[in-house]
């Protein structure tokens, strides 16, 4: 059983940054691929980046590539998600996730969420 906290969220403007944290509970943290999702309103959830449980490996969405940086802290049982160059359409609820396989952009192989974090961002 893995419980993730997610927390890092707020309201910023275009261009800014922000770092989202995942917190992580249990002592088998490094044997989970990782990932972040995000949601907005009247959309599904879609795939913002995901991480092996190493690190050694990642992968990120299209949209947020070269500004999102997925990376994790195994001693600190800690995911983070670096995000600059922050813009409207990247307002969204973030998700953590874990899941015990192979790091994936697919929500349904995950088996773990945290309850979410919102991010807001003003033009």
């Known amino acids: 059983q893995v419980q993730l906290v997610e927390s890092g969220g707020g309201l910023v403007q275009a261009g800014s940054s922000l770092r989202l944290s995942c917190a992580a509970s249990?002592?088998?943290?490094?044997?989970?691929?990782m990932g972040w999702f995000r949601q907005a309103p009247g959309k599904e959830r879609e795939f913002v980046a995901t991480?092996?449980?190493?690190?050694?490996?990642?992968r990120y969405a299209d949209s947020v590539k070269g500004r999102f940086t997925i990376s994790r802290d195994n001693a600190k049982n800690t995911m983070y998600l670096q995000m600059n160059s922050l813009k409207p359409e990247d307002t969204a609820v973030y998700y953590c996730a874990a899941r015990r396989s192979a790091y994936s952009a697919y929500a349904g192989g995950y088996d773990y969420w945290g309850q979410g974090t919102q991010v807001t961002v003003s033009s």
């Open positions: 249990g002592r088998t943290f490094s044997s989970y691929a």
């Open positions: 991480i092996t449980w190493s690190g050694g490996s990642t």
